[in-house]
Antibody, heavy 115, light 112 residues
């Protein structure tokens, strides 16, 4: 069974960096698919942030392009999100996802940006 | 960016009724390879979103046949026949044809 699990700090101060890890079990991230980060803001708005492909290439939402980095550690079957210079508007639940289509989601982790 | 406009914002329903959600795109979602990458997701309260439909009308594994996706070009619909309690939540359409991929704003399916 494929499972994804996000981990990382739940509270980040403004202007600092947000760093999350997605640990994948049941499937090797180099075997196929893109591995994305998606966030849901308070309310209902959802945003696709970007992905790292099974080959290691990346594609980011231009709205985040200068702040975002998605990397991976294939030895640990993990991929990572770093979002720099966060503001309160980055407060959201962050999901790691396999796709497209997004058939497998992590449980999500709430990150609050606050001083 | 492609804007997906979902209507209605909220859909009050009686269990057993049919529900219909519209998703209209600001541009055609037909990819240069001929596929249309329009998907539907449901987020139930307290859960992660789950995939219902991909490429307009293909039901994901385990999705009941009361969920029917249809449409073409820039106009798409999700119909849910015989709404059951586990169908309640927020429905999103999503397009993966154009970069950046984008979500609709969501439609809340709720009891009358």
């Amino acid at each position: 069974e494929i499972q994804l699990q996000e981990s990382g700090p739940g509270l980040v101060k403004p202007s600092q960096s947000l760093s999350l890890t997605c640990s994948v079990t049941g499937y090797t991230i180099t075997s196929g698919y893109d591995w994305s980060w998606i966030r849901k803001f308070p309310g209902n708005k959802m945003e696709w942030m970007g992905y790292i492909s099974n080959s290691g290439s990346t594609n980011y939402n231009p709205s985040l392009k200068i702040r975002i980095s998605i990397t991976r550690d294939t030895s640990k079957n993990q991929f990572f999100l770093q979002l720099n210079s966060v503001t309160t508007e980055d407060t959201a639940t962050y999901y790691c996802v396999r796709g497209i289509p997004f058939a497998y989601w992590g449980q999500g982790t709430l990150v609050t940006v606050s001083s | 960016d492609v804007v997906l406009t979902q209507t209605p914002v909220a859909q009050p329903v009686t269990l057993g009724d049919q529900a219909s959600i519209s998703c209209r795109s600001s541009q055609s979602l037909v990819h240069s390879n001929g596929n249309t990458y329009l998907e539907w997701y449901l987020q139930k309260p307290g859960q992660s979103p789950q995939l219902l439909i991909y490429k307009v009308s293909n039901r994901f594994s385990g999705v009941p046949d009361r969920f029917i996706g249809s449409g073409s070009g820039s106009d798409f619909t999700l119909k849910i026949s015989r709404v059951e309690p586990e169908d309640l939540g927020v429905y999103y359409c999503f397009q993966a044809t154009h970069d950046p991929n984008t979500f609709g704003a969501g439609t809340k399916l709720e009891l009358k």
